[in-house]
C-alpha cells in the first residue's frame, strides 16, 4: 500500500489529507486531520484532492490555488499496483 500526505496552508488554517492507494487509479482510504472545512473550492464543495496517483500533483495544485493555499504532498512509501483495464475477448 502506497501512502501519500497532502498538507494544506492558509492564513488561519491547516489541514492534512492521507491517501491510501493499492492501485495507482484512485485511493483506497481517504483521512483527514485538521481544518477540512477551511478549505473551500469556488465551486462551494470542500476541496478533495483525489484520484489518479500520476495526476495528484496537478490536481492537487489546481485545487489548492482556487482555496487560496499552499500544499506539500509528501511520499510516505509503499508500493501501490498499477492500474490497467483489462482487455476482454
Sequence with gaps: MKTVKITLNKEGAQAA??????????????????????????????????????????????QASQCGATFKIEDLGGEAETWTDEVLP
Design 17 to 62: 489529507c492521507t491517501l491510501q492507494y493499492h492501485f495507482t487509479d484512485w485511493p483506497e482510504k481517504v483521512t483527514w486531520a485538521g481544518n477540512r472545512k477551511a478549505f473551500v473550492l469556488k465551486s462551494g464543495h470542500l476541496i478533495h484532492p483525489t484520484g489518479p496517483l500520476e495526476k495528484l500533483d496537478g490536481k492537487v495544485a489546481f
